[in-house]
């Protein structure tokens, strides 16, 4: 998991049980037709039993590409999704329909086998994120981006896409930076942006008259037209090209910070916020990670929300009702367009505060941003994730 834009978090394979893995078709045997039967029923024994007299728990039916796993979670059967786990049961595993065991969950309401899977899921992840060096990490999202820095990309009516066709910004998303431009321009003092695209959200952070808006963006191309559009100009913004790598030393502190480039390592750029998010600040990112697959895209939410954890922020996901899928104007702007980056019915906006500006708020009772951002994109946020 590296980009919240773009294609770097892709799939992985099932045997590394990490995100996004597909299904492993194995040949049909009566023992592993057995183990199906007996998750369906939610009978721990005759699990177990299938499972020593030989039963595969990575089997998936050839029909379907259901898994034990998945059949279980559908049934609501926690114990019997506990055992299949602990057994080596990919939790990842996805149908031929692209649905995973924690979907099934969901689909029938089945929250406490959601949870557990959730927290499968998130254990998993971390172990093989602990395994994979964070050198190793960084390098790969940095070896993505400067591929996309390198490949031209061209504004096309309301998208902005690269020489593949990618899709890279669409002004469907409006909504949803005027969201972001709230959070993060609340106290009206200085801002950063990372990554300009289509000017958006920056267009919005302008009409909140910050004190001071800092812009970082490294694609030449789009560098070029923001200059041409004259934000170089602008009284009170500032615009720096290159790389956010390369310049973030000489930055900050900022009262607000919105992350949102390309085929790049959102996580990495987690290490600064301790030193360029001021104390009372608020910091958010363009959520497009795993847009496939709503339950993957949960788990990594999680694990986002304990790395920051690990620099003394505390994260919400709130969510924002905004279908692309069922708005036909929306939807023609993926016409033509290779990649789709997001896809659903929600979205899930960050917030992320520093713990002791979050507990004070918490103490004073202050309002939170959840009624703001839902107010923002139009729509009233759910207060499930």
Not at 123 to 136: C, G
Request: hydrophobic share 40%; with cysteine; aromatic share 10%.
């Amino acid at each position: 998991m590296s980009a919240a834009r773009g294609g770097g978090a892709g799939a992985s394979p099932a045997k590394k049980q990490k995100i996004g893995a597909p299904a492993t078709a194995v040949p049909v045997a009566a023992k592993d037709v057995k183990l199906l039967h007996s998750a369906r029923a939610g009978d721990c024994a005759a699990i177990k039993a299938a499972i020593k007299a030989g039963a595969q728990v990575t089997f998936q039916d050839h029909e379907g590409g259901v898994s034990a796993l998945m059949a279980a979670a559908e049934g609501g059967h926690v114990e019997a999704v506990q055992v299949l786990l602990q057994y080596g049961a990919p939790w990842n595993s996805v149908d031929h329909r692209g649905l995973c065991a924690g979907q099934y969950a969901f689909a029938k309401n089945h929250q406490a086998v959601v949870d557990v899977l959730v927290n499968a899921g998130v254990q998993a992840e971390m172990l093989f994120r602990a395994i994979e060096s964070k050198k190793s990490r960084e390098s790969k999202a940095s070896e993505d981006n400067r591929k996309y820095l390198q490949r031209g990309v061209s504004y096309e009516k309301d998208t902005l896409v690269d020489d593949d066709k990618r899709g890279v910004m669409m002004e469907w998303e409006t909504p949803l930076m005027a969201a972001h431009a709230e959070i993060i321009c609340q106290t009206k003092g200085d801002v950063l942006n990372v990554g300009f695209g289509m000017g958006i959200v920056d267009g919005y952070i302008q009409g909140h008259a910050p004190r001071s808006h800092t812009i970082i963006e490294a694609h030449p191309t789009v560098y070029k037209k923001m200059m041409a559009e004259g934000w170089g100009d602008k009284p009170g913004v500032r615009v720096v090209f290159g790389r956010w790598e390369d310049v973030i030393g000489d930055l900050g502190p900022f009262d607000g910070i919105f992350f949102d480039t390309f085929d790049d390592d959102f996580m990495a750029f987690h290490s600064h916020l301790p030193r360029i998010l001021k104390k009372e600040g608020v910091y958010s990112f363009f959520n497009g990670i795993y847009p496939e697959n709503v339950f993957f895209q949960g788990v990594a939410c999680q694990l986002i929300e304990q790395e920051l954890e690990g620099y003394g922020m505390v994260s919400q996901f709130i969510t924002c009702n905004i279908d692309i899928d069922k708005n036909k104007d929306k939807q023609k702007q993926w016409d033509g367009v290779r990649f789709k980056y997001f896809m659903g019915e929600h979205y899930y906006l960050p917030i992320i505060t520093h713990s002791e500006a979050a507990e004070a708020a918490e103490a004073s009772g202050s309002a939170g941003s959840e009624a703001e951002a839902g107010a923002a994109v139009g729509q009233t946020p759910s207060a499930t994730a």
